[in-house]
C-alpha cells in the first residue's frame, strides 16, 4: 500500500504564494500518476491538477489555469504543486493522490489519498 503525505501549506496573504509538496512511501512516486484535490468547507472535494506517471501530461482545473503549475522533483521525488496569485477561494484542504492516470477530463480515478495539508489565503 502506498502512503502519501503533503507539506507545506499555511497561511498566506491574497495574491502571495505557496508550494506545496507530495511525498510517498514505501514506494517513490516515480512514473505514478499524481493528482492533486481540495475541499473547501461546505464543498465538495474537487480535482485541481494532475500529472501523467511518463509523458509530463499535466491537467488543471479552470479555476486555478495561468496560477498553478504542478511538477516533479526527481531528486526528491515528489510531485510539487506550485500555487502563485492565491485568492481568498482557494482556502481548502488540500489532497495529493496516486491516480490510475491523469487525463484530460476532470475526472480522475484514485488509487491512495493523502491525509491532506490546510491551505488558508486571508488577509
Known amino acids: 500500500q502506498l502512503q502519501l503525505m503533503e507539506s507545506g501549506g499555511g497561511l498566506v496573504q491574497p495574491g502571495g504564494s505557496l508550494r506545496l509538496s507530495c511525498a510517498a512511501s514505501?514506494?517513490?512516486?516515480?512514473?505514478?500518476?499524481v493528482g492533486w484535490f481540495r475541499q473547501a468547507p461546505g464543498k465538495d472535494r474537487e480535482e485541481v491538477s494532475c500529472?501523467?506517471?511518463?509523458?509530463?501530461?499535466?491537467n488543471y482545473a479552470d479555476s486555478v489555469k495561468g496560477r498553478f503549475t504542478i511538477s516533479r522533483d526527481s531528486a526528491k521525488s515528489t510531485v510539487d504543486l506550485q500555487m502563485d496569485s492565491l485568492k481568498p477561494e482557494d482556502t481548502a484542504v488540500y489532497y495529493c493522490a496516486s491516480l490510475m492516470e491523469c487525463t484530460d477530463v476532470l475526472h480522475w480515478s484514485v488509487n491512495f489519498w493523502g491525509q491532506g495539508t490546510q491551505v488558508t489565503v486571508s488577509s
Open positions: 500529472i501523467s506517471g511518463s509523458t509530463g501530461f499535466a
Open positions: 514505501p514506494l517513490t512516486l516515480d512514473y505514478h500518476p
